[in-house]
């Protein structure tokens, strides 16, 4: 396997991948639209996407049965279950102490609320799933959250309008995203007893990737008004994700699961390219 998959291959497994992901978005949007952040709002981002990931991977460990076919992450899951603990608390404390001790209270007060609704929609998830009923498709509550989550800290006093429809978009990504997984491991979730719109509502990802194309060309269109030429590098970071990750879909029985994963984990890290080097 080649070295960068094999490393995108444990992010994934380790739950590194969605923390890696929210932190480059972030940073994108702040280089974007000049807006000021310190170090603690990317290390509480980064600490609160694992330790939700995580955690949401241990609760499934302890549910799946050992026999039945799982997927690589919660096979870590599931045999480390008993480890887990001694490095989530440590962090769970970390970022409540730096939450504490360096958000301002508007941005402290932002941050319950958003963790007050995760914690409702993990129990929602996790309750439902537990008592073996249909459950909740997680792509959507995923999507919306971790939008959420990657713009909490990017709202200053004076909000470029552009940003909020850019954010809605990165929302539309991370769905885009997770509904495509979805498919891509149908099999393993139905043998999981794991909620999905592939699942339970195909009429509804049939549409995806008639859409997906479209919102790459959505995206672009805000490049219209930008006579600065600031927007252009996440635009085009955005049609870009779409698009592969649209072509990764159209081309994923040919593509091995446990290679798809960090594929598509790569190409929502295409914002690295406006980082590193523009």
Same mark, same amino acid.
């Given at each position: 396997m080649n070295p960068l998959l094999k490393l995108l291959r444990w992010f994934t497994i380790l739950s590194l991948d969605a923390a890696s992901v929210a932190l480059v978005w972030q940073l994108a949007f702040a280089r974007?639209?000049? /807006?000021?952040?310190?170090?603690?709002?990317?290390?509480?981002?980064?600490?609160?996407?694992?330790?939700?990931?995580? #955690?949401d991977r241990w609760f499934d460990g302890?549910?799946?049965?050992?026999?039945?076919?799982?997927?690589?992450r919660h096979r870590f899951y599931r045999s480390n279950r008993r480890l887990l603990p001694f490095i989530w608390i440590p962090l769970f404390a970390t970022s409540i102490?730096?939450?504490?001790?360096?958000?301002? *209270?508007?941005?402290?007060?932002?941050?319950?609320? @958003?963790?007050? #609704?995760?914690?409702?929609?993990?129990?929602?998830?996790?309750?439902?799933?537990?008592?073996?009923?249909?459950? @909740?498709?997680?792509? &959507?509550?995923?999507?919306?959250?971790?939008?959420?989550?990657?713009?909490?800290?990017?709202?200053?006093g004076s909000i470029d309008p552009l940003l909020p429809l850019y954010l809605c978009l990165f929302g539309l990504l991370c769905f885009v995203n997770c509904a495509?997984?979805?498919?891509?491991?149908?099999?393993?979730?139905?043998?999981?007893?794991? #909620?999905? /719109?592939?699942?339970?509502?195909?009429?509804?990802?049939?549409?995806? !990737? *008639? &859409? *997906? !194309?479209? @919102?790459? /060309? $959505?995206?672009? $269109?805000? $490049?219209?008004?930008?006579?600065?030429?600031t927007l252009w590098p996440l635009a085009a970071s955005f049609s870009a994700s779409f698009l592969l990750l649209d072509?990764?879909?159209r081309t994923h029985r040919n593509i091995p699961v446990k290679i798809i994963r960090p594929l598509a984990d790569l190409v929502l890290l295409s914002p690295l390219i406006l980082l590193l080097f523009l």
């Open positions: 974007t639209f000049q /807006l000021s952040l310190g170090w603690h709002h990317s290390v509480i981002l980064v600490l609160a996407v694992w330790l939700a990931y995580a #955690a302890w549910r799946l049965e050992k026999d039945n076919p799982q997927s690589e102490f730096l939450s504490i001790h360096r958000l301002s *209270a508007t941005e402290l007060r932002s941050g319950l609320y @958003l963790l007050s #609704a995760t914690l409702l929609y993990f129990g929602l998830i996790h309750l439902i799933q537990i008592k073996e009923h249909k459950g @909740l498709p997680k792509e &959507i509550g995923t999507g919306l959250l971790f939008a959420a989550g990657v713009g909490l800290f990017l709202f200053p495509f997984i979805g498919i891509w491991e149908e099999d393993n979730d139905k043998e999981q007893r794991q #909620a999905s /719109l592939a699942r339970h509502h195909p009429s509804i990802i049939h549409w995806i !990737p *008639a &859409i *997906a !194309p479209f @919102l790459s /060309l $959505l995206s672009l $269109l805000p $490049l219209l008004w930008d006579s600065a030429y072509l990764l879909h």
